[in-house]
């Protein structure tokens, strides 16, 4: 006859105790014994699944590693085309300015920081009208106005202004749309130069529009 599990009963203030395998547990034995089975089952469920998880944190981080690598060389064939654009720019014998649509500087070459003494960081993101150059802006507006709403292609005005040292010259300004492959108008491009000869003064009574500004 083979042995079988047998629980004895006793009062509630006393212990329970069952009999298997020739050993008396009790209560708080078992509990602990099966707890000590769980957390076993549990070690080698982990163990087994830890190659698992450490393949696919391996493979994540050499898909991080990849992205890395992209985005870094996308960074510097932007900064070499930046400088390219710079070089370019620089080349120019008159200053140039970029403007989006919102009439914000994007670009601000040296020659433009030679004529009116403001550093291209200073400029870059500034509206074009708050800038605060020897340029009168405000005659700017309407020939501006104008191309970007498609009404005109170019506009080349003569205005009389201050250079960054404070002599009074005349600057010639040449305004062209900023065109996109498919030929939309997504900002401008200002070209700047200061004439040789400066402007005479306006006879007495001459209208006040013909006075700093003439359209070729």
């Given at each position: 006859m083979g042995w079988s599990a047998r629980v004895i009963w006793r009062r509630p203030d006393?212990?329970?105790?069952?009999?298997?395998?020739?050993?008396?547990?009790?209560?708080?034995?078992?509990?602990?014994?099966?707890?000590?089975?769980?957390?076993?089952?549990?070690?080698?469920?982990?163990r087994r699944a830890s190659p698992t998880i450490n393949e696919e944190l391996q493979f994540t981080n050499?898909?991080?590693?990849?992205?890395?690598?992209?985005?870094?060389?996308?960074?510097?064939?932007?900064?070499?085309?930046?400088?390219?654009?710079?070089?370019?720019?620089?080349?120019?014998?008159?200053?140039?300015?970029v403007l989006n649509q919102d009439l914000r500087v994007q670009v601000w070459n040296s020659k433009m920081e030679n004529l009116w003494g403001l550093r291209a960081e200073e400029a870059r993101g500034s509206h074009f009208w708050n800038l605060d150059i020897g340029l009168p802006v405000e005659?700017?507006?309407?020939?501006?106005?104008?191309?970007?709403?498609?009404?005109?292609?170019?506009e080349v005005l003569l205005l009389d202004a201050h250079n960054r040292k404070g002599r009074e010259i005349v600057c010639r300004v040449t305004c062209m749309p900023l065109l996109s492959a498919n030929g939309a108008r997504r900002g401008m491009i200002l070209l700047m130069e200061e004439e040789t000869a400066a402007k005479p003064a306006a006879p007495a009574g001459q209208d006040s529009h013909e006075n700093g500004i003439r359209q070729l």
């Open positions: 006393t212990k329970c105790r069952s009999w298997s395998g020739g050993v008396w547990w009790t209560a708080s034995g078992l509990n602990s014994f099966t707890r000590g089975a769980r957390g076993a089952a549990t070690s080698r469920s982990a050499e898909e991080l590693q990849t992205i890395n690598g992209e985005v870094r060389q996308r960074g510097e064939q932007l900064s070499e085309a930046n400088s390219f654009m710079e070089s370019i720019l620089g080349s120019f014998r008159t200053g140039v300015a005659r700017l507006k309407q020939p501006l106005r104008a191309i970007l709403n498609g009404r005109d292609s170019e």
